[in-house]
Structure formats: C-alpha cells, structure tokens
C-alpha cells in the first residue's frame, strides 16, 4: 500500500495535536509542581506527626528496656534455684568483687556460683564453679536488692537462705514511673510487679507503689 502526500501530512497534523493537547494538560493542575502554601502545610503536619511520634517511641524504647532486664532477672533466679536444687549445695546471687566477695553493688554484672564451702564467697582456687552472669544495668539506671543486703542464697530445698522476702526494685534513669520490681518470697518462687489499679505505675502484690529511694 502506497502513502500518498495527503496521508503524511495527516499524521503530521495528528502528532502536532497530540503535543499539543499534552502541553495543554501540564499547564493544569494535574502536572503543575506543589505551591508554596501546599509546602508549608506538608512540612506543618509531618511536624506535627514527628512531635506525636517521638516521645511516643521514646517510651515504648525505655518500657522495653525496663521489661527486659526483669526478664533477665527472672531468669538469673530461676537458674540459681534449679542449680541449687540439683547440685544439693548453695547456689549464690550477688555483684562479685574483684576479690571473690559480694558487693551491694546491685547494678554491676552479677554472678551466679555454687559455694561448695559455704564461707558465702566465690573461691575459684577451691574448685568453686561460676553457673553464669548478668550484664550490668543500663547506665544511669538504678537496680537494688532489699536493704543492704548483698546476696541471695538458695539452699538445697529452693528455699531462701536466712532472712525472707526480698524485692529487686529496678528504675530507669529519669522516667521513675515506668519503674518495676521483682519479689523474691522465703520459698524461692518469685513474681513481677503489675499496674495491679492501672494508674499507670507498677505495684506489688501488697499494693505498694515501686521506688528506689
């Protein structure tokens, strides 16, 4: 088939219309570039939105930090009372010092050994063995253990060596009203502090609010 002089100039006129109409189009709304007034809103709400967000993340990240080392917690007496059932000797929780004596110092590394001579230190020269360990507190966060006391001791039956409750009373640095607490009873079983009245602060089961003053 053979294009006459008349088709081509119809295809040219069809391509001139086209870029034509498109042209048309981007000089409405749909491919206009967002105004000034359109910026400023954006920038006002993402602000907005960021000023929500952030401390909203800031308290699920401390919540979160705050749960996790009450977990960890748990976990550590959990191993001691089991250890020392099974090995039939007592099993010790405490901060160790450098020169295998408890320290009060709750927030540092604490340690888990069995104290095979029952002098209530960890004596490594006697064969003592060391079952496992907690990373220090979150700098700045305050962990304590009941009132000058530097140590837990379970006994064969699982049972609390000595005095009998005990609360570890954990507070994050300057957000004391996500603070939580893990009670330690004379029989060795232990529970978490809850928001038993949800007033937003955690209590034990005896309704007492958690502080570390």
Known sequence: MHHTQQDHYTQNTLKISTYEGRSNLCQTKICQGMTLIELMISIGITSLLTTIAI?????????????????????????????????????????????????????????????????????????????????PSFSGDILTYATNRNKITYQPTGHLFGLSNGTFRYCPKGHKDKSRAIVVAGSGRFYASTDNNNDGYDQTRNNKKISCN
């Not at 250890?83 to 099993?91: C, L, P």
Request: overall charge negative; glycine content about 8%.
């Open 55 to 135: 401390p909203s993340f800031n308290d699920f990240i401390i919540q979160l930090r705050v749960d996790n080392e009450i977990s960890r917690l748990g976990r550590l007496l959990l191993t001691a009372r089991n250890q020392a059932i099974s090995s039939g000797n007592n099993v010790i929780i405490c901060p160790l010092s450098d020169n295998g004596t408890c320290s009060v110092n709750w927030f540092e590394q604490l340690s888990v050994f069995i104290d095979n001579n029952g002098n209530k230190q960890f004596d490594i020269s006697d064969g003592e063995q060391l079952i496992t360990t907690k990373g």
